[in-house]
């Protein structure tokens, strides 16, 4: 039996590169953004809002049919901005139950959802998709508008600093989560946001280049078992990106470790 030439492998394997591209573009934005995330307090803000922008697409399904901005229909959008106005406005007037009003949030949001599709045959599916999403069937148009947000925050995030520490977080937020939940749902959007920057940031006080890097890695090796195995990308890509991170932090303690007992060595050899 012929082997199959490396050109062969590298043609069925060529489609592979867009949802790579696309995933280690949700990590690189997502992740300074989980620092901001979590150093303001608004863990589950990022959950509501992810819900919202599902629900605004499953709206646009019914209401805005083939209406979309650089790939993410327009009510996505639209309801990711009006989750992001009622979470700041929660965070002002609301603060000592911000989190029970923004689990609130969530659950509305959803329940809408499901209301939704309730008269649709295919509204589990629709769900589904919303909550899990499928990294490997990634667009072109999503990628580029994705492409284009994650140079916008790491230049903020360079330049501008305190605008991401003020009021142009929330909306800024809200965009890169419409564009994150189009591209690869709800579970793995939050998982991105939160893991590493809360193991590798919060945990060793890591930057967030280092905690993004290992949420890449985590996605890759995801969409690697999810191919080979057939079993869904975005379950898998939620706990690979957990698991990776707390390699990565025991990896990061062995070698602090290793680093200041040699130090000590060095100091009593003295």
Not at 91 to 103: M, P, Q, S, T, V
Not at 165 to 194: C, E, K, N, R
């Amino acid at each position: 039996m012929r082997k199959p030439s490396q050109e062969s492998l590298m043609a069925a394997y060529e489609w592979m590169l867009l949802p790579v591209l696309a995933s280690a573009l949700l990590c690189l934005l997502l992740v300074p953004l989980g620092y901001q995330v979590i150093a303001r307090g608004v863990i589950f803000a990022d959950l509501a809002i992810a819900q919202w922008a599902a629900l605004g697409s499953l709206a646009g399904l019914y209401l805005l049919p083939n209406h979309t901005l650089a790939g993410a229909p327009v009510s996505s959008l639209m309801f990711a901005l009006l989750a992001a106005m009622a979470v700041h406005l929660i965070f002002r007037r609301l603060g000592e139950a911000k989190e029970a009003w923004i689990g609130i949030l969530y659950v509305v949001g959803a329940s809408l959802a499901v209301l939704l599709v309730s008269g649709d045959p295919h509204g589990a599916q629709a769900l589904q998709r919303g909550a899990s999403g499928d990294l490997l069937w990634s667009s072109w148009d999503l990628v580029i508008a994705a492409a284009t947000l994650t140079v916008l925050v790491w230049l903020l995030g360079v330049w501008r600093p305190e605008w991401l520490s003020g009021a142009a977080f929330m909306p800024v937020f809200a965009v890169a989560v419409t564009y994150s939940v189009s591209l690869a749902g709800i579970y793995v959007v939050f998982a991105t946001l939160i893991i590493t920057p809360l193991i590798l940031g919060s945990l060793q006080g890591q930057a967030p280049i280092v905690a993004a890097l290992c949420a890449i890695a985590g996605h890759l090796g995801a969409i690697g078992y999810s191919v080979v195995s057939d079993v869904p990308v975005g379950p898998t890509i939620v706990v690979a990106t957990l698991v990776m991170g707390l390699l990565w932090l025991a990896c990061l303690r062995w070698f602090a470790g290793k680093y200041f007992r040699a130090l000590r060595t060095e100091a009593h050899s003295r």
